[in-house]
């Protein structure tokens, strides 16, 4: 495509309930969306970013200027330049794998719409709608979180993600269990734990869980190893795995036997592609993990979850989820526990101008 330049706006959207995981609760999901101003036509993108670094490293002012003074100008420098060249040309510049991420997604859209490709063909989806599982917040006790749980399940959602932390994990998932038998259940910590905690993390064998995601530190891979030596339930890594090179050394040291790809985390749907090739040359499954993401990124992610290799139910909600409103014209809905893969060129959605207005507190245009 020809770049003519980018619009990045900040958007803070409401959430319809308070979400609380390890590191804190948001009510509010402030996030960057990324606009390629193209001669082919625009390019939409999300920067997955959250206002405070404390899922990763990086952060949603942090991003902006990273994207503004940085990865733009180098995207602007070559008048034409295909999707599959801005992670070269990025690579220069360190980390920042959420802002490349959305600037990537946004070049991407608009190459696709304009060649009238789904972005699902594009990265070799093979179904055409994917099972929904849902990630629940820390409630204010077990009691009430099996009242959200329940109704989850009378939504129809095909598997369970419990957010733990020390203190809340082995009664709120013994409480789950008891209320429901055998459905489908894991659990996310997200970092919350250290190998001190090892003999809590044993408690969770007996819940028969799917898995238990990122219980360690956020940038380690050995720890997980030793951990994965000692509890029965496999161990899936999110934070950790920031691209296909800590993927490579995570199997290679045991640390993972299940991984949460995210396209956001790992710097692009073209690297998630590749990391989903990885694992499933070596037998590992893996599922799309979720950044509370607009429409945008949320039609991005289900095609991405359409590929083979991820066998797992992912955190491909339905917008209502987290959202009374959603920014595309056909939010994410959920039919039969399933979410549907778009079938239109690009993401596949179309943006809803009135919505990104009302949700944008701030916005730069970045031109030739
Ligand atoms: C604000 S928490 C975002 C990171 C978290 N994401 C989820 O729990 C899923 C959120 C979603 O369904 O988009 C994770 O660590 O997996
Ligand atoms: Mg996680």
Same mark, same amino acid.
């Given at each position: 495509?020809?770049?003519?330049?980018?619009?990045?706006?900040?958007?803070?959207?409401?959430?319809?309930?308070?979400?609380?995981?390890?590191?804190?609760?948001?009510?509010?999901?402030?996030?960057?969306?990324?606009?390629?101003?193209?001669?082919?036509? #625009?390019?939409?993108?999300?920067?997955?970013?959250?206002?405070?670094?404390?899922?990763?490293?990086?952060?949603?002012?942090?991003?902006?200027?990273?994207?503004?003074?940085?990865?733009?100008?180098? +995207?602007?420098?070559?008048?034409?330049?295909?999707?599959?060249?801005?992670?070269?040309?990025?690579?220069?510049?360190?980390?920042?794998?959420?802002?490349?991420? &959305?600037?990537?997604?946004?070049?991407?859209?608009?190459?696709?719409?304009?060649?009238?490709?789904?972005?699902?063909?594009?990265?070799?989806?093979?179904?055409?709608?994917?099972?929904?599982?849902?990630?629940?917040?820390?409630?204010?006790?077990?009691?009430?979180?099996?009242?959200?749980?329940?109704?989850?399940? #009378?939504?129809?959602?095909?598997?369970?993600?419990?957010?733990?932390?020390?203190?809340?994990?082995?009664?709120?998932?013994? =409480?789950?269990?008891?209320?429901?038998?055998? @459905?489908?259940?894991?659990?996310?910590?997200?970092?919350?734990?250290?190998?001190?905690?090892?003999? %809590?993390?044993? &408690? $969770?064998?007996?819940?028969? $869980?799917? +898995?238990?995601?990122?219980?360690?530190?956020?940038? #380690?891979?050995?720890?997980?190893?030793?951990?994965?030596?000692?509890?029965?339930?496999?161990?899936?890594? #999110? *934070?950790?795995?920031?691209?296909?090179?800590?993927? %490579?050394?995570? +199997?290679?040291?045991?640390?993972?036997?299940?991984?949460?790809?995210?396209?956001?985390?790992?710097?692009?749907?073209? *690297?998630?592609?590749?990391?989903?090739?990885?694992?499933?040359?070596?037998?590992?499954?893996?599922?799309?993990?979720?950044?509370?993401?607009?429409?945008?990124?949320?039609?991005?992610?289900?095609?991405?979850?359409?590929?083979?290799?991820?066998? +797992?139910?992912?955190?491909?909600?339905?917008?209502?989820?987290?959202?009374?409103?959603? @920014?595309?014209?056909?939010? =994410?809905?959920? *039919?039969?526990?399933?979410?549907?893969?778009?079938?239109?060129?690009?993401?596949?959605?179309?943006?809803?101008?009135?919505?990104?207005?009302?949700?944008?507190?701030?916005?730069?245009?970045?031109?030739?």
């Amino acid at each position: 495509v020809a770049l003519d330049g980018f619009e990045l706006r900040v958007l803070r959207i409401p959430l319809v309930s308070p979400f609380t995981t390890s590191f804190g609760t948001e009510t509010v999901r402030e996030v960057i969306i990324v606009r390629a101003l193209t001669a082919d036509g #625009d390019g939409w993108g999300e920067i997955v970013t959250g206002e405070a670094p404390l899922y990763s490293s990086e952060y949603t002012q942090g991003a902006w200027d990273a994207a503004s003074r940085w990865l733009i100008p180098a +995207l602007l420098e070559t008048p034409r330049i295909a999707a599959e060249d801005v992670s070269r040309i990025l690579e220069p510049f360190k980390g920042h794998r959420m802002a490349k991420a &959305g600037v990537e997604l946004a070049v991407l859209d608009a190459a696709l719409r304009a060649e009238g490709r789904p972005l699902a063909a594009y990265l070799g989806a093979e179904r055409d709608r994917v099972p929904s599982g849902v990630s629940v917040g820390i409630q204010s006790d077990p009691a009430r979180l099996v009242e959200v749980v329940r109704g989850y399940l #009378d939504e129809g959602y095909v598997r369970i993600k419990l957010k733990i932390k020390p203190g809340r994990d082995i009664a709120d998932t013994a =409480a789950v269990r008891e209320a429901f038998g055998d @459905i489908p259940l894991q659990v996310d910590a997200n970092s919350a734990y250290t190998l001190a905690d090892i003999e %809590t993390l044993a &408690g $969770l064998d007996p819940f028969d $869980l799917l +898995l238990i995601e990122q219980p360690l530190q956020e940038d #380690d891979i050995v720890d997980h190893a030793t951990l994965a030596r000692r509890v029965r339930t496999p161990i899936c890594l #999110d *934070e950790s795995i920031v691209s296909l090179k800590a993927a %490579t050394d995570a +199997l290679a040291l045991g640390s993972t036997s299940v991984i949460n790809i995210k396209a956001g985390r790992v710097g692009g749907y073209l *690297e998630a592609v590749a990391i989903h090739d990885l694992c499933r040359e070596a037998g590992i499954p893996v599922w799309c993990g979720g950044m509370v993401e607009t429409g945008i990124g949320r039609a991005a992610n289900a095609a991405l979850a359409a590929l083979p290799g991820f066998t +797992l139910p992912g955190d491909v909600s339905a917008s209502s989820r987290f959202y009374h409103r959603d @920014i595309v014209t056909e939010p =994410a809905v959920l *039919e039969d526990g399933h979410v549907r893969v778009p079938t239109g060129p690009g993401i596949g959605v179309d943006i809803d101008h009135a919505a990104l207005e009302e949700f944008t507190v701030a916005r730069e245009t970045v031109r030739r």
